[in-house]
């Protein structure tokens, strides 16, 4: 599996739009079909042979009287195998009979070697005479009494040992039982003979042996037939195991290109979310920069700006304060105006950079010499654009000359207004600001996390297609 980075898209300022995609390519399912065809036509190679070599097999057959004597005489060699497994098995049984009743045997036979070691007497016939002969001495009245005593206790242990003996001759009657035993099964085991069937195997096998060596050459042939024939199904197994490993080794290498897709998806996700954060983060920063710079320049900015205007077109020889500096000089014409004098608590101005109808001293001299040109011709008139700024601070603009000093009364009175406000007002406009970055913040924040929640996948499919 080759893979190769494709460069990332630029943007006009040289910063990175798209993360740089790795190209994963996919195993070539191409190459594998045509090598599994490939095998598969050899297979069919092999199958034309495996049929030509069945009908030579078939063609090669012995008669039919002969295979069927055959087929009579291994059948006949299977019953005699048969039987003389039989046999075997009835003589080892009887063996192992013989075996057991010899070993009881010795043991009675050792029993009663130990009890008649033990004395002199070998027999009961041997102990009564002994006994007899006593009985006799001691009624003959001329023994002395110290041997009297002395044959009375002889003739007691004698007469306790006679009762032994009969325990003796009890074990002795088993004794004879068993060699009877052992007698009749050897007799029968002369009588399981498998000589009669050996030689009728023998027998058998010679003609069998005779029917094959007269279709010697037949059945070498058909034999040659069979083992290529074996040959031949094991290239075909073989080639089956070439596909199968050629089916699993395209498996692996797929499974694995899976994962490495899916690995690869999952990092550019990444990638592309971290990326996505970090301009959502930027932008966020941008405005609550924006926001806060707006918010922190002074409050009614412009309105102050335009009544020091004002001021110095209806009285010549007004100065504007030095301590109140302004970024913009001359008349906004915003359409967010101020109707009322009195400023409510909670108002917001809106600051809209417009074109100034005039600016510094060189307008209000321009004013003068134009309000000074129309006294002289007895008429009073208002330019257009100082009506436009009174009417943007909700200040009436006079209509003759008498009113001029009631519209700077109105001004500066506006102007003290807008000055006392102007402190409290910015900071309050700065707070406001504060507030809406902290909701917009937090609102992009339950936007991030909703957007955790699982999205539905690209499929392989997809994948695959984009790979290719």
Do not use: W
Not at 178 to 199: F, M, P, Y
Not at 230 to 258: G, H, M, P, V
Request: charged residues 35%.
């Amino acid at each position: 599996m080759s893979s190769a980075t494709t460069s990332s898209t630029t943007s006009t300022n040289g910063n990175s739009v798209n993360p740089p995609r790795k190209f994963i390519k996919r195993p070539d399912d191409k190459a594998l079909k045509s090598q599994i065809d490939s095998l598969k036509e050899e297979i069919k190679k092999l199958d034309l042979t495996n049929n030509e070599l069945n009908a030579q097999i078939n063609k090669t057959q012995i008669d039919s009287s002969t295979n069927e004597k055959r087929s009579e005489l291994q059948t006949q060699i299977k019953a005699l195998i048969t039987k003389q497994s039989t046999v075997k098995n009835e003589r080892n049984a009887i063996n192992e009979q013989i075996k057991n009743i010899d070993s009881q045997l010795k043991k009675k036979i050792t029993e009663i070697q130990l009890q008649t070691s033990k004395n002199q007497f070998k027999t009961v016939e041997e102990i009564d005479k002994r006994i007899a002969y006593l009985d006799e001495l001691i009624g003959g009245g001329e023994l002395k009494l110290a041997d009297e005593r002395r044959f009375v206790k002889e003739m007691s242990s004698l007469r306790k040992l006679r009762k032994d003996f009969g325990q003796i001759e009890k074990i002795q009657v088993l004794i004879d039982q068993d060699k009877e035993k052992i007698a009749a099964l050897k007799k029968k085991l002369s009588t399981i003979q498998s000589k009669e069937l050996s030689n009728e195997f023998d027998k058998i096998q010679k003609e069998l042996d005779q029917i094959n060596e007269n279709n010697k050459s037949i059945i070498t042939k058909r034999n040659d037939f069979i083992k290529k024939r074996n040959e031949i199904k094991k290239q075909k197994d073989e080639k089956y195991s070439e596909i199968r490993k050629l089916k699993a080794d395209f498996d692996a290498e797929y499974t694995k290109f899976k994962q490495t897709l899916a690995s690869e998806k999952k990092k550019r996700d990444e990638e592309n979310k971290e990326r996505i954060q970090q301009e959502k983060q930027q932008r966020l920063k941008e405005e609550a920069d924006k926001q806060l710079s707006e918010a922190s320049i002074p409050a009614f900015e412009t309105e102050i700006n335009s009544i020091h205007v004002l001021l110095g077109h209806f009285d010549p020889t007004y100065v504007k304060p030095s301590t109140n500096s302004s970024k913009t000089n001359g008349f906004s014409t915003s359409h967010n105006s101020i109707r009322t004098v009195e400023m409510p608590a909670d108002v917001v101005v809106l600051k809209k950079e417009k074109e100034a109808f005039f600016a510094g001293s060189k307008s209000s001299k321009k004013a003068n010499g134009a309000a000074n040109k129309k006294k002289s011709k007895g008429k009073f008139t208002v330019d257009p654009e100082i009506i436009v700024a009174l009417s943007d601070l909700s200040i009436p603009f006079p209509t003759k000359e008498e009113e001029v000093p009631n519209t700077i009364t109105i001004l500066k009175e506006t102007l003290s207004a807008l000055s006392d406000k102007q402190e409290e007002q910015t900071k309050l406009n700065i707070e406001k600001a504060k507030a809406r970055i902290a909701k917009l913040q937090a609102e992009e924040a339950e936007n991030d996390k909703e957007n955790e929640e699982p999205a539905a996948a690209t499929t392989v499919a997809e994948e695959e297609e984009e790979a290719n």
